[in-house]
Structure formats: C-alpha cells, structure tokens
C-alpha cells in the first residue's frame, strides 16, 4: 500500500468491563477505500469514532499523515474534524429547515467561510452527483437515495482527505444503495480522498478496494480486493 493517509496502531478501548477494541491496527491511503465489517457489538464503530477523533483510545495512536490527532484537545479534534474529514451516516442527518444547497454549505459555514460564497461552492457539488434542480428542495421532498448523495455532497465540500461513512446504506432499499456506494467510491476516489466505511453487509463491502473484519475488538481478516483505480470523473 502507498504511503497511509490515516492509521491507526495498537488501539485500545474499553467500556466497563466491555472490551471494544483490542489493540487494532488500521491504515489507508489516499484514494483508497477499507470497509470495516463485523456483527453489531464487534468494535467496529468504535474503531470508526477513534481514527474520525470523535472518541480518544485508552492506549494506542492515530495519525492523520504524520500529525498524531488521538492527543489532541477536543478543541483541535473538533476543527480536524470540520475542516479534514467528512461524515456520512446511516440516515443523512440532513437540517430538516434548510434546503439541499444550504444544507451542503453548513461545512463551510460552521468553518467561517461567509453564506452567499459557501451556498457557492456547494452548488457546484449537485450536478457532479446528479443532483440537478434540486438545489432548493428540503430534506423532506427528497428521495432517499437522493437525501444521501446531499449529504454526501456536505461531506465532501470542505476536501476533505479522509471520508467516514457509517452503514450509508442501512435505510435505503437495494438498488438505491448500490447506486450510493457507487457515486461515493468513485467521488471519494476521483478527489484522492480516503474513504472508510463502516458496514455489516457484505455486498456493500464489495465496493471497497479492501476490507477488515472486526469480531470481539480484533481485526480476525485482512483482504485486499483490489488496488485503487483511477476514478471515474
């Protein structure tokens, strides 16, 4: 593998006398995509919250390039966090009041760039993400596969180098979230960004260039798929 984006050695964690993850290695590189797969309870997630800088491990170290984050005050995660990754969940997580465009723009609004020239930048996001004339529509009058290509629109509009993506398919039906992971893989993979997805579904896995397995907080498989292609965009 290239020179790793985002890695994570020796994490550990626990809750009470849960042990969430067992001293787990990780890496990812850019443009390449690792989905992290294991039943609910595995450690999976909290892998996820401990490379995003969301939680801190108890022992262990995770470095964005050679910048170590898990030391970091809560204040400098909270700007990694706004300004370096980017977030999909499970069910968008879209401000029901504002509308597709503003909703994009939050990133950068939060982050300081004024309203007219962040309502902008995220504009531009809607046709590459098929996304046409529906810059104006609120959450509410969208599809569900289309309320997720917003809201990764609004994780991707900062450029950021790694992209976290938690069960991004979990509400939608099968065909619509094959077609999402596709337009994710190849948008994350055409801005050489880093993608991790958090899954138990094995045909969203199949997306991804490689992929962990999690069971009881330690990685029990490691496969390769494929080497990152060049993107479709």
Do not use: Y
């Amino acid at each position: 593998m290239n020179e790793p984006v985002l890695s994570g050695s020796g994490l550990r964690k626990s809750f009470g006398a849960t042990v969430a993850l067992a001293g787990v290695d990780f890496a990812v590189a850019a443009g390449q995509s690792v989905a992290i797969m294991g039943p609910s309870g595995s450690g999976k997630s909290t892998l996820l919250h401990c490379l995003a800088g969301i939680m801190r491990p108890e022992s262990g170290e995770v470095h964005l390039h050679d910048q170590r984050i898990d030391t970091m005050s809560e204040a400098k995660r909270s700007r990694l966090r706004r300004t370096r990754f980017g977030f999909l969940f499970q069910f968008g997580q879209l401000l029901p009041e504002l509308p597709a465009e503003e909703n994009v723009a939050l990133p950068l609004i939060l982050g300081g760039t004024p309203r007219p020239k962040a309502v902008d930048a995220a504009r531009r996001w809607f046709p590459m993400l098929g996304l046409n004339q529906l810059e104006k529509r609120r959450p509410g009058e969208l599809s569900g596969g289309q309320a997720q290509r917003v809201a990764l629109a609004r994780a991707l509009v900062t450029g950021p180098a790694v992209v976290f993506a938690d069960e991004p398919t979990g509400a939608l039906d099968q065909a619509t979230g094959a077609d999402t992971m596709r337009i994710l893989v190849d948008a994350t993979k055409g801005h050489n960004a880093s993608l991790v997805v958090v899954t138990h579904d094995p045909s969203v896995a199949a997306h991804c260039d490689s992929t962990i397995e999690v069971r009881d907080g330690r990685v029990v498989a490691d496969a390769a798929v494929a080497p990152p292609k060049a993107g479709a965009w």
